[in-house]
């Protein structure tokens, strides 16, 4: 199983990127579905989560400004940022728990990350 995060890169302040993550491999169900971020010199922090597509959450700093939505039958998670700041600046992961069959427990499995920075 893999995760590909992708469609980060340089935006000015103000402006909106959206980031793709795609589960591949063995998957038999999909359930939460998130983004971290980690900027330099910072530890991890949770962005936004999805929940069998229906609970959503996000961290008080993006609310409002982005919005976490899925592609099951992709096994696709996405987050659309608008109104980007430079304290956005981050590597974004995507992280999914999964099982690969029936009778497996969920496991969850991280993205590589993806770079975005918001700079002028």
């Known amino acids: 199983v893999q995760l590909q995060a992708s469609g980060g890169g340089l935006v000015q302040p103000g402006g909106s990127l959206r980031l793709s993550c795609a589960a591949s491999?063995?998957?038999?169900?999909?359930?939460?579905m998130r983004w971290y971020r980690q900027a330099p010199g910072k530890q991890r922090e949770w962005v936004a989560s999805?929940?069998?597509?229906?609970?959503?959450g996000y961290a008080r700093s993006v609310k409002g400004r982005f919005t976490i939505s899925r592609d099951s039958a992709k096994n696709t998670v996405y987050l659309q940022m608008n109104s980007l700041k430079p304290v956005d600046t981050a590597v974004y992961y995507c992280?999914?728990?999964?099982?690969?069959?029936?009778?497996?427990?969920?496991?969850?499995?991280w993205g590589q990350g993806t770079q975005v920075t918001v700079s002028s």
């Open positions: 999805s929940v069998e597509g229906r609970d959503i």
């Open positions: 491999g063995s998957i038999f169900s999909i359930n939460g």
């Open positions: 992280n999914a728990d999964l099982k690969e069959n029936w009778g497996s427990a969920y496991s969850t499995y």
